[in-house]
């Protein structure tokens, strides 16, 4: 009997996670597996069904929404045959325990893939944490050994054997080969005689954007800074200060609004590099989305940058919450143009070998019963 999956994502195209979900049901439907995917976009390649929506004018009809788009992605999963759910989890909030708990009344067996295995924001709720990685969670899936090591603490010894670790996939097929450097400069208003570097996606504190703007006093002055993504929760304010202090507004281009995926195009066409002076994460889809572009990567020096760049080979790594560090590496990486040709191209080798959605569909598809 043919295998069936589906994946629950009410978040979806809101936080990039679309491709995720399209790619990892591409490549599983090349091994047999039938998957439906329940979200708020569209997809002429796999089965997706548009259950939820993506912005809200209230909280009240967010919740409605959700609601309704929850009970709706269960009952097609019966009506399909599907018996197993892909949910992803990056706190434990009370939508996630509601996606849960629907799933469970259901009678869904639900692979947990935890992209963040504690919220950065200080959402997870202890409770909702317990039920859903002791006692709803058929199987657990972490992206990386660091990711392993930091759940295992957290989570009854009774279910450490449900833990696997898979890779988060690359995104080589998604560049669009049409859009140029040139074109994208033009077309976002940027210099063609400028290095930029970017800062790109949702911001919180834990990503250091302080680190990044106090090392561009010491980057040469033709290095432009592009800062893109979403607020958030985050005050911007206190970086605004920031900027005006080190009398730097003039090299930096901000765009603090949500990034559609054309936009995204653009910016990961227009810039030299991609800069993550992060603090702490789990697992960064921005990383694998730059070296999937062939853009340079300057990440700082923690475990799960570690696991992904390897030092002058496929990218550069700074000591962690140190700008003189970071602007050394940057600096020294636009004085030398074949070292950024080479990164350039090690890194989209890498996501092509290492992190191949036909190896990552294999290991979920043994998570199947």
């Not at 959700?66 to 019966?78: A, N, T």
């Not at 939508?95 to 924001?121: E, N, P, Q, R, W």
């Not at 290095?223 to 200060?241: M, S, V």
């Not at 989305?289 to 940058?305: D, E, H, Q, R």
């Amino acid at each position: 009997m043919e295998k069936r999956l589906a994946i629950i994502d009410p978040v979806g195209i809101k936080s990039g996670m679309n491709h995720y979900d399209i790619y990892l049901c591409q490549a599983l439907n090349s091994l047999n597996v039938q998957t439906f995917i329940y979200s708020n976009f569209d997809s002429k390649t796999v089965h997706a069904k548009v259950f939820f929506g993506t912005f809200f004018s209230s909280t009240f009809s967010q919740t409605m929404n959700f609601l309704k788009g929850i009970i709706l992605s269960c009952m097609d999963c019966r009506k399909q045959g599907v018996k197993q759910v892909i949910v992803h989890v990056f706190s434990t909030h009370n939508m996630a325990f509601l996606t849960y708990l629907t799933c469970k009344l259901f009678g869904l067996k639900i692979i947990t893939i935890s992209h963040d295995v504690s919220s950065f924001t200080n959402q997870d709720n202890k409770l909702y944490h317990k039920l859903i990685y002791n006692h709803w969670s058929d199987q657990i899936v972490v992206h990386n050994e660091y990711s392993k090591r930091n759940i295992l603490p957290l989570i009854s010894t009774k279910v450490h054997s449900k833990i696997r670790i898979i890779k988060h996939g690359g995104f080589t097929d998604l560049p669009d080969n049409k859009i140029s450097k040139s074109f994208a400069r033009n077309e976002l208003k940027l210099n063609t005689d400028t290095f930029y570097i970017l800062f790109f996606g949702r911001m919180k504190p834990t990503k250091r954007l302080d680190i990044l703007l106090n090392a561009m006093t010491f980057l040469k002055p033709k290095i432009h800074l592009i800062i893109a993504g979403e607020t958030g929760k985050e005050n911007f304010e206190k970086y605004q200060q920031r900027i005006d202090e080190l009398n730097i507004a003039d090299r930096i281009v901000l765009d603090l609004n949500y990034i559609s995926d054309s936009k995204r195009e653009l910016y990961f066409k227009a810039a030299d590099a991609m800069i993550l002076p992060y603090e702490i994460i789990f697992q960064s889809g921005v990383l694998l989305m730059s070296m999937s572009y062939g853009l340079p990567v300057v990440a700082s020096k923690i475990t799960p940058f570690e696991e992904v760049v390897e030092h002058e080979k496929n990218g550069l790594l700074f000591e962690s919450l140190n700008a003189n560090d970071l602007a050394n590496k940057i600096n020294g990486l636009f004085d030398d143009s074949k070292s950024i040709l080479k990164y350039s191209k090690a890194s989209v080798d890498t996501m092509k070998t290492t992190f191949s959605w036909t190896e990552i569909a294999a290991a979920y598809k043994r998570l199947l019963s």
